[in-house]
């Protein structure tokens, strides 16, 4: 949820459109103001690892008040507000969106966060059945929101939401096959499922006579809302109300988004691998659309493999979780494993253990549960590493601490190992996706470690 910034890692998707202007206090009954507050817009930049969104990325969120036990880290990001609120100070409590529409997230701050409750204007929502240490927010990535927190044990406001008039977009694209968005299930049928049994949101369902398809990931989803490229090429999707997020990418890989629109705005797809498959989604809310086929653009083709360079090494990256086992409370606690690939390397030439502290300590199985061995020595230094296929992440640490640096590497980028300081040791995997890659590998020698 790729998915992928702060949630599960499906895809990241913006409810309704509502500029942060447009929110405007509102008043109950006997004309007092209502407990309200804006949403804020937050930027969530890479201070640690493993940063799965990249450099920075931002949306808008609630920031909980000094005094709440709030948070402002997670999965090696740094927020500029504190989003994340504790459990204790969560469990029991009352959300209410007064204007716009925002999503409820809940996890732990080193696993992927799950959806307890997307919220239209005048839904609430009471927080319930948290694990230890998880932490709760409320984010919308597209469009501004405005909302109530209510404490356990007290009374929530009646929520009197400001109706939002129904943009027309401009300009109108000539009508086309389109119409509302419809609610679709993505149910486990297979592997990986990275994102649990069951997930839901709201996406575009394209015609049978399109071709479209209803797997990825190990999924089945309810309506057919994977088009493919060839399909696609050339069509244009403008969003009437509300907005949602194009997304493209191969079926058994990470997608990305290729455009983001809020009500009024359109997209022309062009350019996509005839590998590759496009869906328009929002988790939190329905839209609206016209969808305009085109005239069709030339295929560029399936993304062209880089060469291996002579004398390298070629090695396939293998899914594995990284499970909690050294830890005596993490069962109980709901640690969940994290989930990945990695290059694994012979017993004798690396570690299956990163030996850090309490519920970071991890030990990586792959999928039949047998250990494996990602974790290189100081031998690493040096290596030269050619992504052919996939995306890769490669960290560069000392053994054991909380601190590392990562590379986001793509087909085609090479990356050159230079360990520095009291770092002895690195790790080519995945960006936080149960996904594959190919690497070729130069003055790369294992070596045995201690």
């Avoid at 009374?155 to 000539?174: A, H, I, M």
């Avoid at 993490?330 to 690939?341: H, I, Q, S």
Wanted: charged share 15%.
């Amino acid at each position: 949820m790729t998915t992928r910034r702060r949630r599960a890692a499906r895809f990241l998707a913006p409810a309704l459109a509502l500029a942060a202007g447009s929110i405007s206090p509102a008043t109950a009954e006997d004309g007092e103001e209502r407990a309200r507050t804006a949403s804020r817009a937050i930027t969530w930049t890479c201070t640690g690892s493993p940063c799965p969104w990249g450099g920075s990325t931002s949306g808008n969120a609630a920031v909980w008040p000094e005094g709440s036990g709030a948070v402002s880290s997670r999965y090696g990001y740094t927020t500029s507000a504190a989003v994340y609120l504790p459990d204790d100070a969560a469990e029991g409590a009352t959300i209410t969106v007064l204007e716009g529409s925002a999503g409820v997230w809940a996890g732990p701050l080193d696993s992927p966060h799950r959806s307890l409750a997307g919220l239209s204007a005048g839904d609430a929502f009471t927080v319930g059945d948290l694990a230890a240490g998880e932490v709760v927010s409320l984010q919308n990535d597209g469009a501004a929101f405005a909302y109530a927190f209510t404490p356990a044990g007290e009374t929530p406001p009646e929520p009197e939401p400001t109706p939002t008039p129904e943009p027309t977009p401009t300009p109108t694209p000539t009508p086309g096959p389109g119409g509302a968005s419809r609610p679709v299930t993505w149910s486990c049928t297979g592997d990986p499922c990275p994102w649990g049994s069951r997930t839901s949101g709201n996406a575009v369902s394209w015609p049978e006579t399109s071709g479209a398809i209803t797997s990825r990931h190990g999924y089945t989803t309810s309506e057919a809302v994977y088009l493919p490229a060839p399909a696609a090429d050339g069509d244009t999707v403008a969003v009437v109300t509300g907005s949602a997020t194009l997304y493209a990418g191969t079926p058994t890989g990470p997608h990305r988004s290729v455009a983001r629109l809020s009500a009024g705005e359109q997209h022309t797809i062009t350019g996509l691998p005839s590998d590759q498959v496009l869906s328009v989604q929002n988790d939190d809310a329905p839209f609206t659309y016209v969808h305009t086929p085109g005239e069709g653009t030339p295929d560029p083709g399936p993304t062209p493999t880089p060469t291996v360079p002579a004398g390298a090494v070629v090695m396939t990256s293998t899914l594995a979780q990284w499970h909690c086992d050294a830890y005596a409370t993490c069962a109980d606690d709901g640690w969940a494993p994290w989930v990945g690939g990695a290059v694994a390397w012979p017993e004798s030439a690396a570690y299956s253990t990163n030996v850090r502290e309490g519920s970071n300590s991890r030990t990586v199985r792959d999928l039949d549960g047998e250990v494996i061995h990602p974790y290189m020595g100081s031998w690493a230094d040096g290596c030269r590493i050619h992504v052919l296929e996939g995306e890769v992440l490669v960290i560069e640490w000392q053994r054991g601490t909380d601190t590392w640096r990562p590379t986001f590497l793509s087909p085609g980028d090479v990356h050159t190992i230079e360990l520095v300081g009291d770092e002895d040791g690195a790790m080519i995997e995945t960006p936080d996706t149960p996904t594959t890659f190919k690497v070729a590998l130069t003055d790369c020698t294992p070596q045995p470690v201690p």
